[in-house]
């Protein structure tokens, strides 16, 4: 059969850690309370990890779930791609290591450091390999050990960022041409601006300090952009796809901030009801944020076979994207 090649969401996985630090724990070291951070975020609780867990553990267990979801095995696996601002080492990558514990033991592995936009990018980028069809079958992971990069002592981040994964599998099928009514990614948009670089970004690094460094962000300033440029992605995502932004099912947007969220949402007329936000509970875990709120969506039933989902995020670079999904 001659057609085009479509990239099918085949199934997906999440894990968090199983540590929970509420508000009320984070407000006997800094200057803070629950209420300012329910208020002003929608963030309740975060998970983090454990001093003997990493990047590359929360990714296997999310991608093990997802292969399940899936039904497919290691053998199968020929491309993985990993979303991540915590990679375990600075080199290899954490795909690469993410690959041997799952013993996949083909094609290639790598990871893609956009920030909170990673698994956006991620998946645009599964998307064109696989399309392209040098590739058939990808793991697209999100993780994120954000506790790692936090200042403690800085209450205006450090309430904000929480650990956990999440991944989609994702197969080539090749089929007609069918405007979008079968299931498979139907577009993507992706954008950075250097020019914001200072607004969010880690203040160490091997070319630079040496070390880790820290998170920094100028939090008002990223709001006040964050809310024009999502918008503006979700609807070049949905006029690609020729669809209207009000046909979608569901939106699930980076978990950022409850009130970006919202506001998006109002911005572009979605009804309430099909917003995703699993904010409350996870904070914000950056590339893991989206396939994590599409997997809790998924297992509690709400998300079905064929309905249209959009995704979204923005963050550091400042970077930002969008992805429309019949899933
Ligand atoms: O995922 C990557 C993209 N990141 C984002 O999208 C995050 C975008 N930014 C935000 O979510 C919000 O800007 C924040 C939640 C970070 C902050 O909310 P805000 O409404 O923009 O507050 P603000 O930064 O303007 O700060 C208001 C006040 C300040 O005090 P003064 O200067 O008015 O006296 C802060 O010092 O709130 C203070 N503040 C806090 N107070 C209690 C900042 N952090 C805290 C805190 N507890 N944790």
């Known amino acids: ?10 199934g997906c996985g999440g894990y968090v850690p199983d540590r929970i630090l509420t508000n009320a724990e984070i407000a006997t070291f800094v200057d803070t309370t629950d209420d300012w951070i329910q ?23 999310a991608a093990q779930a997802a292969m399940a979801d899936a039904g497919v095995d290691a053998d199968d696996i020929d491309l993985i791609i990993v979303a991540t601002t915590t990679p375990d080492l600075t080199f290899p990558a954490t795909a690469a290591i993410i ?28 998307d064109m390999f696989l399309k392209s069809g040098s590739h058939q079958c990808a793991l697209v992971i999100g993780a994120e050990t954000m506790s790692r990069l936090m200042d403690w002592n800085d209450r205006t981040t450090c309430v904000l960022f929480g650990d956990g994964a999440g991944a989609v599998v994702l197969r080539a099928e090749e089929r007609p041409h069918t405007n979008g009514a079968d299931r498979g990614v139907l577009a993507t948009h992706l ?7 200072e607004l969010l970004f ?3 690094g091997a070319s630079s300090t040496q070390d880790t460094g820290f998170l920094r962000m100028q939090g008002n300033q990223v709001f006040r952009r964050a809310v024009d440029l999502i918008s503006d992605a979700v609807r070049v995502a949905a006029n690609d796809a020729q669809i209207a932004v009000t046909d979608i099912d569901w939106f699930v947007p ?5 009130r970006i969220i919202d506001a998006v949402g109002r911005k572009l007329g979605i ?7 699993t904010v409350a509970h996870h904070g914000n875990t950056s590339a893991a944020s989206i396939p994590l709120a599409l997997h809790a969506a998924v297992s509690d039933g709400r998300i079905k076979r064929g309905d249209l989902v959009m995704m979204e995020a923005m963050g550091g670079g400042l970077s930002w994207g969008a992805a429309l999904v019949r899933y």
């Open 202 to 204: 880690v203040d160490g």
């Open 191 to 197: 954008r950075t601006d250097g020019q914001f670089t």
């Open 254 to 258: 980076h978990q950022a901030n409850k």
């Open 39 to 61: 208020s002003r975020t929608g963030i309740s609780e975060r998970r983090v990890v454990s001093d003997d867990e990493s990047t590359s553990d929360l990714g296997v267990r």
């Open 99 to 126: 690959q041997r514990k799952l013993a996949v033991a083909r094609g290639a592995a790598f990871d893609v450091q956009a920030v909170c936009s990673g698994f956006v990018y991620a998946l645009t980028t599964a």
């Open 1 to 10: 059969m001659s057609g085009d090649i479509v990239s099918v969401v085949e």
């Open 271 to 277: 009804r309430a009801e099909s917003v995703v936000e």
